[in-house]
């Protein structure tokens, strides 16, 4: 923009003062950008007209561009004349003031040459006059158009030619400063009224609208740059100089539109044309909100009109318009989304408001829901529409995640009008495919689980099946179906329901009328019998479920009667108990498995309170007596109830009690407790049930315990002590193994278990003698007669007292041999004879005992003196016998023959020097036995004489030639120096002195 100063005259006071703005708009001469009070706390008003699918167009009222100016006689004198008028008066005037001036000038001068002069002065003021009324064109230009701009009703409406008729009627260019100020103002004073306050959103036409007046204004695009970046700095200083909070929001948000609509007028030229960051100090990011924010707003305020009858032409026009407010695709899906979402929330708070209303409004409320319905199958086919690429973003099924009913809160209110719906779509009776899928897409915009839209159906579905089931039934529908369960799949066909909750309603409907018929009588009748199989064959239901709710309705009340037989006691169990026992067993139609399974649930809940007081009591008798007493309970109570549950005056014999078939026959004629406590035909008294018993209730450890307790009993009797801390032992007969039988039975106890508590008993009674007896663990022949003896007294079988002497033997024995090892006072040949005798060495005897016995046995080798080596005795029979590993003996054998060979020529020497010939003679066989153990080079020494001497005493001993050249070799010595020691060791004894003096 060119700069344009504002003037103004120079003298203030004269009459030709004249001013190109209104009095309010004067300003000292500074160009348009700078001047401060240009458009400061101005606010104007903007009419609105709405239409149905077009945005708002804003209608700007001329009093935005202040009154009319008034031009002055000069002015209105230029006014009144045309361009060519106006330069045939200014010439005119010039030429008639020339010749004025001559003539003047020759009146009152006299001579030409005052003619001349006076003419050149009234020439100069023609001119000046001529200069003065052209000069004044360009402002006449500048107040014509604001007064034209002022006239007109909408000056949105305003022409280009109109502007190009008023600076042609004047002869003026657009360049021209005074005119294009005037056109900078009003383009200023336009934009600023377009742009709403700043609590306003814009309505979307203001660039339109702001591009078309500059358009018609004929401005260059840089020049209306200056004139928002000058408005943009008004803002900024309102911004500074105001202290209001709620003032500086709305200046900002001012600010925040004026950039977003500049953006869009200057297009791709803003980037240079309007250098936000540069003079105002706005970054990037901050340009990208706002154009990110207001695109937000325009796009949100031209959803509004969108309503749920969407038409293509519309979501085509949303698209456009998107990209006009260059709003993001995702941004544009998002509030597009929202849109949507909140037109469906309308419907559903109708839809709740009539529900929750104390008036019927089913239908209304459905109408709502359908409404829902087809707006979502709308978007649903809008979204695989073929244009669907030039639609707006963001079309497609509707969601309420993130809206009014989104929540814990607001899913109860969601559930009704779910459940609403699914009731009318199953008023006719049966579900359509059409309801399905509607109830499915509701589902998926309520956002209901699955779990929770089918527990609804199915509770809705559940009543409708009742009562279509219900009037089949009552019609005979049923009855006369040619197949029931091919009537009961249609329906649930017909209903889309569950075939398997179909069967839990007939288990129902059968368990109600079960303890209808129950309730009033204690038992079934024939006829409650007969109707009860109707109902069962009518519904289809399998013989399984109905012995199950038998057993559980009926089984409660039998678990009565049964509970109040037991509690009876032992001396209440009479006739009228066991009349009512049968009647409820009987007369409840209960099986015989059903019957003594309840039965033995309540009894042996009293055996096991009789186990725990047994368990509680603080001695062996006492524990005795509880046991009894759940004996005579069995006996008494437990056996006759047993009896009237079966139906038979006696209980049968216990399986066991007939004819024990025993894997050993032995064991019970060898043990004289188990011989007495063994059941036979001859027992006197009638059988006692062991049906019930506590196998499953108990461990085998437990089972075992008490019945050894009450055996101890027998076998001990019964201890009372008395004063002084003594005690009397009553000696008992064999009729308490007869209990202890029974005891074994209710504990659940196989033969195996008895045989074994019996003969744990008997081990553990011989074992405590026996240890005495062998305390040293020698096995004489005296012993042995004293342990059998022992072993006949506590009725042990014989191959059981043998196990037994025989650990205790081994564990003496084991101790001794470790003993003996550890001292060294056991070798080789011994362990072998007591594997020869049986003896297990190996277990006796730790590994690392017999290691060490190898070792020691190697080591006695090689010190034997007779160099001797046998590989197959040391690296074979050795580590045989001892049993430790081959490859590890030798590696023993190997390294103690190393350490050996050299010790054993220190040794030898050390006896020459001590004279002892025999000790060398040894120290050297040594020494050739680790040599056929590990091979070895010849051996040095730091004193040859000394090997020679060696060697001389071994030549005097006669050994075997192999070993003679083998210490020859060992001993480094030469075949001449061993000629003449032969030499001189076959001289005799004569020669002692001489070979003494040699040697030493």
Known sequence: ?????????????????????????????????????????????????????????????????????????????????????????????????????????????????????????????????????????????????????????DPGALKKEDVEAIANKYGVSKQNAAFNAELCDIYGKFVSAVLPPGGEDLKGDEVETIIKFKQSLGIDDPEAASVHMEIGKRITRQRLETGDRDADVDQRRAFQKLLYVSNLVFGQASGFLLPWKRVLKVTDAQVEVAVRDNAQRLYAFRLKSIAQDLSVSQLISLREAQLLYRLSDELAADIFSEHTRKLVEQNIS???????????AGNRVIEELDKILAFNNLLISLKSHPDSSRFARGVGPVSLVGGEYDGDRKIDDLKLLYREYVTDALAGGLMEEKKLAALNQLRNIFGLGRREAESIAMEVTSQVYRKRLQQAVSSGTLAAAASKAAYLQNLCEELHFDPHKAVEIHKEIYRKRLQQLVADKGELSDQDVETLEKIQISLCIPKETIDAIHADICGSLFEKVVKEAIAAGVDGYDAEIQKSVRKAAFGLRLTREVAMSLASKAVRKIFVSYIQRARAAGSRTESAKELKKMIAFNSLVVTEL???????????????????????????????????????????????????????????????????????????????RIPFGAQITTKKDDSEYVLLNQLGGLLGMSDKEIVDVHRSLAEQAFRQEAEVILADGQLTKARMEQLDVLQKNVGLPPQYAKNIIKSITTTKLSAALETAVGRGRLNIKEIRDLKENGVEVDTMISESLRESLFKKTVDDIFSA?????????????????????????????????????????????????????????????????CDKAVPSTPLSWEVPEELADLFLVFVKSDPADEKRSRIQYLLNISDSTAEALEAMKDKGSSNDKVEEEFVF
């Open 642 to 720: 047993v009896a009237d549950i079966k139906g038979e005056s006696t209980p049968e014999e216990p399986t066991k009690t007939e004819e024990l078939q025993m894997e050993d026959e032995q064991e019970w004629d060898s043990l004289q407790s188990l011989r007495k406590a063994r059941p036979s035909k001859d027992t006197k008294g009638k059988p006692v049930q062991t049906e019930i018993n506590l196998r499953d209730d108990l461990q085998e450890r437990d089972r075992a315990d008490l019945y050894k307790t009450y055996l101890l009993f027998c076998l001990t009797g019964q201890v009372t």
């Open 1 to 153: 923009m060119n700069p344009s100063i504002i003037r103004t005259a120079t003298n203030p006071s004269s009459p030709s003062t004249t001013t190109l703005l209104p009095p309010h708009f004067i300003c000292t001469p500074f160009p348009l950008r700078q001047c401060k009070t240009h458009f400061r706390r101005r606010r104007y008003k903007i009419s609105v007209t709405r239409a149905s699918s077009q945005p708002p167009v804003a209608v700007v009222k001329s009093d935005v561009f202040g009154d009319k100016r008034e031009l002055t006689g000069v002015q209105s004198l230029v006014a009144a004349m045309s361009p060519p008028i106006r330069i045939a008066s200014s010439a005119l005037i010039f030429s008639a003031a020339v010749a004025a001036g001559y003539g003047l000038g020759i009146r009152f001068g006299g001579s030409r040459n005052s003619g001349i002069g006076g003419a050149v002065v009234l020439g100069a003021a023609g001119a000046g006059a001529a200069f003065a009324l052209n000069s004044c064109v360009p402002e006449v230009a500048a107040a014509s158009l604001h007064n034209y701009v002022v006239g007109c009703d």
């Open 865 to 929: 003196g007779t160099g001797e080596f046998d590989e197959e005795e040391l690296y074979q029979k050795i580590p045989k016998d001892l049993n430790i590993d081959p490859e590890k003996a030798k590696g023993v054998v190997l390294e103690l023959a190393r350490t050996r060979l050299s010790n054993s020529l220190i040794q030898a020497v050390a006896l020459l020097r001590q004279r002892n010939h025999s000790g060398v003679v040894n120290s050297l066989n040594n020494m050739l036995a």
């Open 350 to 360: 109708t839809a709740l408001n009539l529900l929750k209303s104390r008036t019927k």
